[in-house]
Nanobody, 114 residues
Framework: QVQLMESGGGLVQPGGSLRLSCAAS????????MAWYRRAPGKQRELVAT???????NYADSVKGRFAISRDNPKKTVYLQMNSLESEDTAVYYC????????WGQGTQVTVSS
């Protein structure tokens, strides 16, 4: 059974950058479309970015041009490079397949604040 572990979150000032990682264990994710999601305080979980097995990507309008999703299949890891962070990006970030097929991990907290 595949398990996912997110890391790389933290406190960053507006305009700053963070790189999130999602490491899979217990199985391969190479054939799946992988995604990053986030849940902001008081809001529902939303899809942020996806990357399919061929490397094609899609982004929510709110992060387009600022975030970049990538994957390293041999390392079974998915990344989210986040630049020009805004306070509205504050959330717990999760990775999963798209659609979500794997038990959700703990996520990693990203807080954008001065």
């Amino acid at each position: 059974q595949v398990q996912l572990m997110e890391s790389g979150g933290g406190l960053v000032q507006p305009g700053g950058s963070l790189r999130l990682s999602c490491a899979a264990s217990g199985g391969s994710i190479g054939f799946y479309t992988m995604a990053w999601y986030r849940r902001a305080p008081g809001k529902q979980r939303e899809l942020v970015a996806t990357i399919n097995s061929f490397g094609s990507t899609n982004y929510a309008d709110s992060v387009k041009g600022r975030f970049a999703i990538s994957r390293d299949n041999p390392k079974k890891t998915v990344y989210l490079q986040m630049n020009s962070l805004e306070s509205e990006d504050t959330a717990v970030y999760y990775c999963n397949t798209d659609p979500s097929l794997i038990t959700w991990g703990q996520g990693t907290q990203v807080t954008v604040s001065s």
